[in-house]
Structure formats: structure tokens, C-alpha cells
């Protein structure tokens, strides 16, 4: 790892959301809510889809990769963030701050190829319903995961191309809870204004051209939806509305954040905090809520889980009556 020894710092200080003693305190317990939410929703999706036969169709093979995206995108940096409530002094190693904008791109990238692989699925289902099956097969749901993981990774190591060379020896403090590529790059030791224009902003053209592609498949879909009034309708409608719901929470910021850069405003850690905390955490309950077969499988499985509790207890009691006499 000799590009490292390019850098003078070794860590970089993070100043986090607040200073405030009792926001920090509140944030602790409230992110930490919200943190152990986000697993548990995401992993019950997860579990559901897996262990329901009905559910094993493209759109929910595709719908659980997402989960397993959002549980990793949430892990990469608020663990650290609810530790860092209790330090005095928050830093990261140079190497853990180059591991989080790599993981950052990774997932998020990942997650717009797979958010559009998600609509493309269901563009098919509704306007070629009869094509669905020989289109979207087993071996293209894999292909499109696939597919994503690879876009994420290659997006991810051509921001890490330029700024592992860079020379950082001068301020080593970032306005954040964690490393984010755009508050990086102004503490290198050179003018890299046109190249991090360049290399951020790319991040912002390509989420804002995947949320127009989004945006205009759904309105596609759901045009082709209002034509027919049926119960399947409905429920296609249900779907696409959730779809978007996630798309919009996870492109906003992104855009907002990415499109323009080298600015320290409050609202970029607000959007910080919403797209990798709030998202994951509502994406579980979206597609819970706005999905019935989602929704049906996972109140199954709480009372199939249940009554397994339940029945263990019981056993556990009667033996314990039957060692008593």
C-alpha cells in the first residue's frame, strides 16, 4: 500500500452532528433505535423471502438484495457515529476514512443499478405481461445482481483512482460523521478544484440521470396501469408506488448533495443522515406496508416464530412439572 505513504495524515478528525452533550445523548439512543430497526427489518425481508416458496419470483429475489444493499449501506458508518457520541475526540485512521468512501460508492452505486434493474422488472410485468416469464427469468434476475455489485464496484474505484494519490498534509478536519468524498478532497494540500468538480460532480450527473430513468419508466407503468381498473391493477399500482417512494428517498439527497459541491451547508448532513440511516430504515416498512404478499409473509412468519416460542416454553414448563413430582 505505497500510495498511502503519499500522505502526511495519518487520521482525520470528525466533527460529527452536534457538540451539544444532550444531543448527543439523544442521538445516541435514537440512531441506535433506529440502527437496530433497520437490521431487524431488513433481515425479517430477507428471511421471509427466502423461506416463502410464493416468494420466490424475480421481483422479490431482487426486492431481498436490496435489503441485504441497505443493511450494509447502514453498517458502514453509523456503528462508528454512535460510538463516537461517547468520544471526546473523533477520528479515523486515513486508511478507515478511504474504506468508508469506498464502501459509500460501493453500496450506493450497487443500489442505483439495482433500483433500476427493480423497475425494469417491473415495466416488463405490467407492459409486456406476456413476455414476463421468458424475459425476466431466474438466470437474468442473477445476471442483474450481478451486474450491479460490478457497475458499484468499478463507480467506487474510479473515485478511489485519483484520491489515494493525493497529498494530504495540511487540515485533517471533516464536518461530518464520516468520510464523504466531496469534504475529502478540499483537505488535500493542492488546487483540485477542476478535478474534484469533475470526479463529484460525475457522481451527481449519473444519480441524476438514473432518477429521470427512473422516474420516466414508473410514470410509463403507472400511465399503463390507469388504463386497466382491476383488482391486479391495484395491487401493480401499490407496488410501483413503494418502488418510487425508495427511489425518490434515495436519489433526493444523493443529488442535492453531489450535484453541488465544495459547499458546508447544514442540510448536506441532514441528507447525510437520511440517506444512510433514514432510507434503510424505511425501506422494510415501505415495502411491508405497501406490499400485501410482503406484508401477508412476514405477519406469518412473526406468528409462525411465535407459536415455535411459545410451544418451547411450554414444553420447558411441563418438564420442569414432571422433574418436580
Known amino acids: 500500500m505505497e500510495e498511502f505513504n503519499h500522505s502526511r495524515v495519518s487520521e482525520f478528525v470528525l466533527l460529527g452532528l452536534t457538540d451539544s452533550p444532550e444531543l448527543q445523548i439523544f442521538f445516541n439512543v435514537m440512531f441506535s433505535i433506529f440502527y437496530l430497526m433497520t437490521m431487524l427489518g431488513n433481515c425479517l425481508i430477507l428471511l421471509t423471502v427466502l423461506s416463502t416458496p410464493h416468494l420466490h419470483s424475480p421481483m422479490y429475489f431482487l426486492l431481498s438484495n436490496l435489503s441485504l444493499i441497505d443493511m450494509c449501506l447502514s453498517s458502514f458508518a453509523t456503528p462508528k457515529m454512535i460510538m463516537d457520541f461517547f468520544a471526546q475526540r473523533k477520528t479515523i485512521s486515513f486508511e478507515g476514512c478511504i474504506s468508508q468512501i469506498f464502501l459509500l460508492h460501493l453500496f450506493t452505486g450497487t443500489e442505483t443499478v439495482l433500483l433500476i434493474s427493480m423497475s425494469f422488472d417491473r415495466y416488463i410485468a405490467i407492459c409486456k405481461p406476456l413476455h414476463y416469464s421468458t424475459i425476466i427469468s431466474q438466470r437474468v434476475c442473477v445476471g442483474l445482481v450481478v451486474t450491479s455489485w460490478t457497475v458499484g464496484f468499478l463507480h467506487t474505484m474510479s473515485q478511489l483512482a485519483f484520491i489515494l494519490y493525493l497529498p494530504f498534509c495540511g ?155
Not at 487540515?171 to 469534504?183: A, K, M, Q, Y
Not at 440517506?275 to 406490499?291: A, D, G, Q, S
Open 171 to 325: 487540515p485533517n478536519v471533516i464536518d461530518s460523521f464520516f468520510c464523504d468524498l466531496p469534504l475529502v478532497i478540499q483537505l488535500a494540500c493542492i488546487d483540485v478544484y477542476v478535478l474534484g468538480i469533475f470526479m463529484i460532480s460525475t457522481s451527481g450527473v449519473i444519480a441524476l440521470i438514473s432518477f429521470l430513468l427512473l422516474l420516466t419508466s414508473y410514470i410509463i407503468v403507472l400511465v399503463t396501469i390507469k388504463d386497466h381498473s382491476s383488482t391486479g391493477s391495484s395491487k401493480a399500482f401499490s407496488t410501483c408506488t413503494a418502488h418510487f417512494i425508495v427511489v425518490f428517498m434515495f436519489f433526493g439527497p444523493c443529488i442535492f448533495i453531489y450535484m453541488w459541491p465544495f459547499r458546508n451547508f447544514l442540510v448536506d448532513k441532514v441528507l447525510s443522515v437520511f440517506y444512510t440511516i433514514f432510507t434503510p430504515f424505511l425501506n422494510p416498512l415501505i415495502y411491508t406496508l405497501r406490499n400485501r404478499e410482503v406484508k401477508t409473509a412476514v405477519i406469518k412468519k412473526l406468528r409462525a416464530n411465535n407459536y415455535n416460542l411459545g410451544q418451547l416454553l411450554q414444553d420447558i414448563q411441563c418438564n420442569k412439572q414432571r422433574s418436580a413430582v
